[in-house]
């Protein structure tokens, strides 16, 4: 079962299968099981804190299921994609379109992003590279470089993009965050290259090429499919990094690392990122929840995140929170006061 259990994400594609076949309520069945019936779910269960034994933890890092899983979801993802492509241009009603849209905005940020995440973070180059073509399917590229070499340096700092500051509502966030990162990306690459005395105009630069990819494929949903369906495309990609960007808002809301007299922050521990070990949202999302363990060990795979009473806990899966922040006074009067009293 403790591998079984992951398979459980079969169930976003299969039900995207079905929304794009459907019309009615079914267009929207990704949407209704991701932010309905999971975050209600969720409520009446109580979190899963058990960790794997040491035993158990090292048949998983030996196991290959779990790495192959990842790898089933690149060409799911992008059987997903071109699917999307022709069922926009069917004679379907308004309210059916935009369910459609939503379904692939959803792929886009839990497949997409998500996968595209945990792939990026490998140190194989070819793990690496899948990792990229997933974040290219929601033109989320420069995620990578900053994801690696900023946030995980600078989190719980204000010097991070992606961490959230106390009372900065969410919708502030979506814009301060994705915009910070992009740029911030491309000052990460050319400090990267300057370092390696290469060329920062050159192939060698990852932003260079993420840029040339992504213009290359939307020129391609243009040429071969229109230009409608290119601004259906573009809409489920920015719903995707909406997801992507309310995911870093509500992992590190308000926390801060001390700042010591040398003017240096203090080391990055479990106590810097909010978890979660709520079972559905942990399996929907790859075990993201558990974001302490993550960033405390930001190698360590998926499947061996542990859960660590230290960290500050949230009171429910990721899909009921990120609903949660979507209203900020409420957000705010229910996650100031979990806040350590420092921050």
């Not at 230290?310 to 006074?329: C, D, H, N, R, V």
Request: glycine letters at 6%.
């Amino acid at each position: 079962m403790k591998r079984i259990k992951y398979l459980s994400i079969l169930i976003l594609p299969i039900s995207a299968y079905i929304s794009f076949t459907s019309t009615g309520i079914l267009a929207y069945l990704p949407l209704l099981i991701t932010f309905a019936a999971i975050p209600v779910l969720e409520l009446f269960f109580k979190p899963n804190k058990q960790n794997l034994t040491e035993t158990e933890a090292e048949s998983a890092k030996n196991d290959s299921f779990y790495k192959i899983l990842l790898f089933l979801m690149v060409p799911i993802q992008i059987a997903a994609l071109l699917m999307f492509f022709v069922v926009v241009q069917e004679d379907i009603t308004t309210p059916d379109l935009i369910g459609r849209i939503i379904t692939m905005g959803i792929l886009c940020g839990v497949l997409g992003i998500n996968v595209g995440h945990e792939l990026g973070h490998s140190n194989s180059r070819f793990e690496q590279f899948l990792g990229e073509i997933m974040l290219l399917t929601s033109l989320e590229n420069h995620f990578l470089p900053y994801h690696n070499t900023g946030h995980h340096f600078d989190v719980a700092t204000p010097n991070d993009a992606a961490t959230a500051r106390k009372n900065e509502w969410l919708f502030a966030f979506w814009f301060r965050s994705q915009i910070s990162s992009y740029f911030k990306a491309w000052q990460l690459e050319k400090k990267r290259l300057t370092i390696l005395k290469k060329g920062v105009i050159s192939i060698n630069n990852k932003m260079i090429i993420y840029t040339i990819a992504q213009i290359g494929l939307l020129i391609s949903i243009y040429f071969f499919y229109g230009k409608i369906v290119l601004f259906y495309f573009l809409a489920a990609a920015i719903l995707g990094i909406l997801l992507l960007e309310t995911v870093n808002y509500i992992e590190h809301y308000g926390l801060l690392r001390k700042k010591k007299k040398s003017g240096r922050y203090e080391v990055v521990t479990i106590k810097h990122s909010w978890n979660s070990d709520h079972n559905l949202g942990r399996i929907l999302l790859f075990e993201l929840s558990r974001h302490s363990d993550h960033h405390h060990r930001a190698n360590k795979e998926y499947q061996l995140l542990d859960s660590h009473e230290e960290s500050p806990q949230m009171f429910t899966g990721y899909p009921g929170m990120m609903i949660l922040a979507l209203i900020p006074p409420l957000w705010f009067a229910v996650m100031n006061k979990r806040l350590p009293e420092n921050n």
